[in-house]
T-cell receptor, first 109, second 116 residues
Framework: GNSVTQMEGPVTLSEEAFLTINCTYT??????LFWYVQYPGEGLQLLLK?????DKGSNKGFEATYRKETTSFHLEKGSVQVSDSAVYFC????????FGSGTKLNVKP | GAGVSQSPSNKVTEKGKDVELRCDPI?????LYWYRQSLGQGLEFLIY????????KSGLPSDRFSAERTGGSVSTLTIQRTQQEDSAVYLC??????????????FGSGTRLTVV
């Protein structure tokens, strides 16, 4: 079947630290992969996406590379800010969307 | 409209009452989805609609939950005889189409339902 597994949170970092949130997936075919972000009190917003192997999605300093060989789509950012504090959801789209359970990121000044 | 609109944004209801939650998707989006997000939890798929096809109801937790989509646009999620465990944020999303072609969802800001 299709599923997404992402690292459990919360993840607490100091401002300007390097961020990695791991995401791995299982899929019966070749899905598209997404990261969504949910800021406190708001709905989910699309952060970035990749539609095929080796594609790199990027937005707002965040990046994720679609790795078919490791079935992964890890989210990275070189220098986090307090304003990045949110819940991050990894998702795959293969005939239907499947979401991970979310990883809460807390960035302290 | 410019985004996915959900109403009401907050709803407090007494246990046993029926509630209706509304979703107005982005114009032209043929796929519409309902998810539920309980406190501190991930997203639980409820139902989706794609054009005129029969909806996928596989995520509805019980027969107290139902949804309809009129004219391929506005959708209403109805919960009958609400229970306290129904308390959650109900999120609606729409997409140009469903399928593995890289189309992302656009989410509404959700309806926070509290059953007391």
């Amino acid at each position: 079947g299709n599923s997404v597994t992402q690292m459990e949170g919360p993840v607490t970092l100091s401002e300007e630290a390097f961020l990695t949130i791991n995401c791995t997936y299982t899929a019966t075919g070749y899905p598209s992969l997404f990261w969504y972000v949910q800021y406190p009190g708001e709905g989910l917003q699309l952060l970035l996406k990749a539609t095929k192997a080796d594609d790199k999605g990027s937005n707002k300093g965040f990046e994720a590379t679609y790795r078919k060989e490791t079935t992964s789509f890890h989210l990275e950012k070189g220098s986090v800010q307090v304003s990045d504090s949110a819940v991050y959801f990894c998702a795959l789209n293969f005939n239907k969307f499947y979401f991970g359970s979310g990883t809460k990121l807390n960035v302290k000044p | 409209g410019a985004g996915v609109s959900q109403s009401p944004s907050n709803k407090v209801t007494e246990k046993g009452k029926d509630v209706e939650l509304r979703c107005d998707p982005i114009s032209g989006h043929t796929a519409l989805y309902w998810y539920r997000q309980s406190l501190g939890q991930g997203l639980e798929f409820l139902i989706y609609f794609q054009g005129n096809s029969a909806p996928d109801k596989s995520g509805l937790p019980s027969d107290r939950f139902s949804a309809e989509r009129t004219g391929g646009s506005v959708s209403t999620l109805t919960i009958q005889r609400t229970q306290q465990e129904d308390s959650a944020v109900y999120l609606c999303a729409s997409s140009l189409r469903q399928g593995g072609l890289g189309y992302g969802y656009t989410f509404g800001s959700g309806t926070r339902l509290t059953v007391v």
